[in-house]
């Protein structure tokens, strides 16, 4: 089932935080905050709110990694902390659950459109 993130009209929380969720679920690994700020099309400050969130009622995981930053001469300068999010048991149920509320709710449609 292919959903069309961006919309024309404005979303409400909850359609951005299950875009973010289907975002996460799409890309499992690594996949970095801008990445996940493009394919959303929301601003940086509301996505770190919705995340946070969305860890705190269960349904995201985030992971650090630390990776070692080198210079022009191949020498580590320091470690870089880079922050990866995964679904959680929870949110994968929540998805599962909300695609097939989707699909009934297309199917209503259908039927009312006859």
């Known amino acids: 089932m292919t959903t069309q993130i961006i919309s024309?009209?404005?979303?409400?929380?909850?359609q951005m935080m299950i875009d973010?969720?289907?975002?996460?679920?799409?890309?499992?690994?690594?996949?970095r905050l801008t990445h996940i700020m493009f394919k959303v099309a929301i601003n940086c400050a509301l996505l770190k709110k919705m995340i946070d969130s969305l860890i705190d009622k269960g349904y995201l995981e985030?992971?650090?990694l630390?990776?070692?930053s080198w210079?022009?001469?191949?020498v580590p300068v320091k470690r870089k902390r880079t922050c990866s999010w995964k679904l959680t048991e929870k949110g994968r149920n929540?998805?599962?659950k909300f695609d097939e509320?989707?699909?009934v709710i297309?199917?209503?449609?259908k039927l009312c459109k006859l």
Do not use: C, G, W
């Not at 024309?8 to 909850?14: A, E, V």
């Not at 973010?20 to 996949?31: A, G, M, Y």
């Not at 210079?71 to 191949?74: E, G, L, Q, V």
């Open 62 to 64: 985030k992971t650090e």
């Open 20 to 31: 973010i969720l289907r975002v996460i679920q799409k890309h499992p690994s690594q996949i």
């Open 66 to 68: 630390f990776h070692k």
């Open 94 to 96: 929540f998805l599962a």
């Open 101 to 103: 509320y989707e699909s």
């Open 106 to 109: 297309s199917e209503i449609d």
């Open 71 to 74: 210079n022009s001469r191949m």
């Open 8 to 14: 024309s009209t404005r979303r409400t929380k909850s």
